[in-house]
C-alpha cells in the first residue's frame, strides 16, 4: 500500500512538470537572446534593459524546471533502491510498466532540458562579459541559436557542397582556356584518384575531430 501512495506522489509531481511548456520557454529565451543582440545589448549596461532582465528571468526558470526534473528522477530511484530491501518490487515494477515507461520518458526530458539549459546559460554568461569583441555570428551560428548536436552535420553538409563545388569545376575544366601548360597540370591533378581519396580523408578526419572536441572527449 506505501508504494501505491508513493507511486501517486510521484505521478503528481510529475504531471504538474508536464505542465510546463518547456519548448515554449526555450523558444521565448531564444526570441529574448535575439532581440537583445539585435538592439547592440553586448555594447549595452545589461542592468538597464529590459531585454536582459527577461533573459536572466527565462534562463532561471529553465533552471529551475531542469532542477525539478532531476530531484524526481533522483527521489525516484532512491525510493525503489530503499524500498527494494523490504518489498518484492520486481512484483510491484512490472505490474506498473506505465512508471517505468514514464521513468525513462523522465530521464530524456531531463537529458534534453540539460542541453536547452546549458546553451541558455551559455549564451547568458557571454552576455554578462559584455565581451565587445564577439560578433553577431560568433554568438548565433547562421545568424540563430544552434545546438552544438548539430554541428557536426553543419560540417557534413560543408563537405558536402565543396564535393559538388568540385564536381562541377571538374566538369566546366575542359571549356576554360589557360595559358601554357598551368591548365593541363592543374587537370591532372584533379584527375588523380590519389588526390580526391586524399583530401576525402583529410575532410573526415577534420570532422572527426572537430566532433570530438565539440563533444567534449578531449580538450
Known sequence: MKWIEERAK?????????QENVQGLITELNKATGNFIARGGISQDP?????YDT?????QRAES???????LNDDILKY??????DNDLAGLLKENGELQKQISRLEKIQ???KIDVTSAVARDELLRSRNTDVTRHQLFILDRPVRRGLIPYLWVLAVLFIGVGLVIFRM???TIIFEGGTGFSLLSIFESKGVIISLLVSALIVILFLSLKIGGVFG
Open 111 to 113: 537529458d534534453e532540458m
Open 65 to 71: 524546471i531542469k532542477q525539478r526534473y532531476a530531484a
Open 55 to 59: 533573459i536572466v528571468k527565462l534562463t
Open 47 to 51: 542592468n538597464n534593459n529590459p531585454d
Open 10 to 18: 510521484f505521478q503528481k509531481r510529475f504531471d504538474d512538470l508536464s
Open 172 to 174: 566546366t575544366m575542359p
Open 80 to 85: 525503489l533502491t530503499t524500498e527494494a530491501k
